[in-house]
Structures are given as C-alpha cells and as structure tokens.
C-alpha cells in the first residue's frame, strides 16, 4: 500500500448510521411506527421523548436485542437487521450493569480491549476509571460496590474500547446530581476527542442537551424532529417537541384574522387576544395552541407607562406567587390570557413581589410558538 492511500484510509472515520423507516410492533401494539435518523460519524445523539414513545424498542433493535418488523439499521454501509448482536461490533451500556462478579473493576474494565495489558491498553483502562472517579477502586470486586458505582464501571467499560458505534442507555442514571453534571461535560469532551458514534438514552432533558451534538425527539414511535439542542428550543416543530424541552405556558384558542401581516388568537374562555407571527399555515378558524417560554417574558411593576417597543405584546396582570428557585425567581401572575408563569422580570432580578402586586408581562411577538390544536403535547 502506497503512503497516500494509508493516509485517506485513516482519515474516514467509522460509524456513519442510517436508520430507515423502523417498525416495531408487540402484538397489537406498535412501538415504533417509523423511525428514520441519519448519523454522521463521531456525532452523538440523544433519544429523548415521553414514557413509552419507543427509545428502548429503537436502542434493543439497533442493538440486535429484538427483531425489527420492517426497516433497515446500517451502519459504516452494512445493514445490521439479520446480524446477530454479538456480530455488530458495538460498544454498549444498558440499564442494567451486568459486571463480571468474579473480575475486579481493573479486569472488568479491560476484558473488551483488544490490547488488554498492553502500555496503550492499561492507560486506556486508567483513563476510563479517573473519567468515573473510579481509579481508586480497581482492585475491588463488584460486591464491593454500590449501585451507583457499579455503573460507573461499567460506563468505563464502554469508554474504554472503541466500538464502530456506542450505544448508551441511562449510563449516568444512578449517580448524585453533582457527579453526573460532572461527568457529563467530561463525556462530551472525551467524545470530541475520540469521535466515536454514539446514541444516547436518557430521560433527562437537560442531559441531552448538555452532552448532544443532536437531539432526537421521539414522540409515538416516531423520531418528530432531530436537531441541534438550541434549534430544537427555538425552532420546535411540533407542540410536543415544543413543550417537552423547556418550560412553556400554553394557550389555547382560535384563530381570529390577520393584524398588520401576523394572526391573532382569541383566548379560550378570556377576554384577552394574543397577537402572533403567520407561520404553519393555521387558517382562521382553526383551534391552536400558543406556547410562550417563561424566560422570554418580563414582567414589570406598576401600570405600563412607556410605550411598548416595535414587535411587542403586553397584558396587565396581577402577582400570584413569586418563587425563589436558586439563580432566579419565577413569577406566577393571573392575566386577561389565562394564569402564566414569568421568568424575566425589570430591575432586580432576585427582587420579590408580593401577591396582589399589579403590573404588566411583555414580550416580542415573534417569540410566541403557535401549532395546529390538534397535536397536543402529551
Ligand atoms: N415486550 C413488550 N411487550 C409489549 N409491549 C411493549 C414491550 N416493550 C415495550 N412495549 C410497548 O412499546 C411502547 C414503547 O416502549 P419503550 O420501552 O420503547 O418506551 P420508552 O420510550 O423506552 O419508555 P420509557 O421512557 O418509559 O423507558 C410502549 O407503549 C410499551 O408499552
Ligand atoms: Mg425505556
């Protein structure tokens, strides 16, 4: 092999994933409908969605746990689905641990590497267990260990080869709050310098967004919107997507007509209308559902005086409750749209009004969500 070709070699990456059109039923009943993603190599990815919307079908299935009914799993261009899961070559971590009880944590760690006591092996093994806070532990025997540790270990396990794609489930469940914010921001540092393909199952919102290059909304057996965590905050496509990343106040109401190039909504059962921007193609007399995100209102003491700003919308209101929740407080106030809870506030921001204070909320118009009623977050 000449020098040129060894180098192009090198630099293809592995683990390039399609999954195309999945189903999946058990019995009657369908857990994945059609799951489609594309992802690229070295990119993590995390499944997130309601209880019972089809992650762990989808993870058992690339993993080669269960039988898709139909759809395709490739990966680096060869398709998965009549392989069996000892002959995928990936890296896994699932709910349960599943340690070697006789192996200490040291043996545990390595028994997957290729280059097992090798110079280049142990240090890979040292590495994985410092990224857990687990060095100190290797001579012990998982009996030893308590729950929490013992999926630490099994997470090292995981890091320490290098699969063609990785499949995380929950591997950060068991650990204290602290810990696991920790390790996560090490584990999306460790998985850029590696660049080792990864899916990742978790039921914590703001893990997937801290450790993702995507995130990948499922919602009935489907996979609803894939994207960057940002886009998916700002740009959700669909209620549920809206409403499941991120806090919203949701409004529900009729389209009323068009002012100045935007549409309103008439307030179920309240006085007030809601001006938003023409987007999705809700026509007037259509029911929707109006999403505002607490931190994109403020709220301000006292009647409003000075005039709102181009683009803005403001009710009057009156303070419900104002709660301290550490870095910030949340304002609940009751207004002519309905009860809503604010984030933003003028002036001090740790400042706390008492209940009965009157005031107003305002907030760019444009930062107002509307989809078609009938797709209702669950
Ligand atoms: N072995 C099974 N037999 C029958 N139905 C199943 C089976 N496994 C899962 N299901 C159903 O398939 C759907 C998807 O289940 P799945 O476990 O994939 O959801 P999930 O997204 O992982 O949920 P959770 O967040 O609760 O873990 C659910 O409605 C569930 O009840
Ligand atoms: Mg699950």
């Given at each position: ?216 909304m ?7 919107q ?6 998916l905050y700002r740009r959700p496509l669909s209620a549920a997507v809206a409403a499941f990343v991120g806090q919203v106040n949701q ?38 559902l109006a999403m505002l995100r ?75 969500m509307v989809f078609?009623?009938?797709n209702?977050p669950?």
């Amino acid at each position: 092999m000449d020098g040129k070709a060894t180098i192009e070699t090198a630099n293809i990456k592995p683990g390039g994933v399609r999954i195309a059109g999945l189903r999946k039923s058990y019995g009657p009943h369908v857990a994945l409908t059609d799951a489609s993603i594309d992802i690229a190599p070295g990119e993590l990815v995390s499944l997130l969605g309601p209880s019972g919307c089809g992650k762990t079908t989808l993870l058992r299935c690339i993993a080669g746990l269960i039988q898709p009914d139909s759809g395709d799993i490739v990966v680096d261009g060869q398709s998965l689905v009549s392989l069996p899961a000892y002959k995928r070559n990936l890296g896994m971590v699932f709910q349960s641990y599943a340690l070697f009880p006789h192996l200490t944590v040291q043996k545990n760690v390595e028994f997957g590497l290729k280059d097992r006591g090798s110079t280049t092996g142990d240090r890979r093994v040292r590495e994985a267990l410092e990224l857990v806070r687990m060095a100190s532990y290797a001579a012990h025997y998982p009996r030893q260990l308590s729950g929490g540790q013992q999926q630490r270990v099994a997470l090292a396990r995981a890091l320490a080869t290098s699969p063609r794609l990785r499949l995380l489930y929950e591997p950060l469940a068991a650990l204290d709050a602290k810990l696991r914010e920790s390790v996560q921001v090490e584990l999306r540092q460790l998985q850029r310098q590696l660049g080792i393909t990864t899916i990742f199952v978790t039921h914590d919102q703001r893990e997937a967004m801290t450790i993702s290059d995507r995130v990948a909304m499922m919602h009935n057996g489907r996979i609803e919107q894939c994207a960057a965590p940002e886009e998916l905050y700002r740009r959700p496509l669909s209620a549920a997507v809206a409403a499941f990343v991120g806090q919203v106040n949701q409004i529900s109401g009729i389209i009323v007509g068009d002012a100045s190039g935007g549409i309103r909504l008439s307030v179920d059962g309240k006085p007030g209308e809601l001006a938003a921007p023409r987007s999705n193609n809700i026509p007037t007399g259509a029911a929707a559902l109006a999403m505002l995100r607490p931190e994109h209102m403020t709220f301000t003491l006292g009647q409003a005086s000075a005039p709102l700003g181009e683009g803005r919308q403001s009710v009057n209101v009156s303070v419900l409750d104002d709660v301290f929740i550490g870095e910030r407080r949340l304002l609940y106030v009751e207004s002519e749209i309905g009860q809503l809870v604010v984030g933003g506030r003028t002036g001090d921001p740790l400042l706390k009004y008492d209940a009965g204070a009157v005031g107003s909320v305002s907030w760019n118009v444009t930062d107002l969500m509307v989809f078609p009623a009938s797709n209702p977050p669950s």
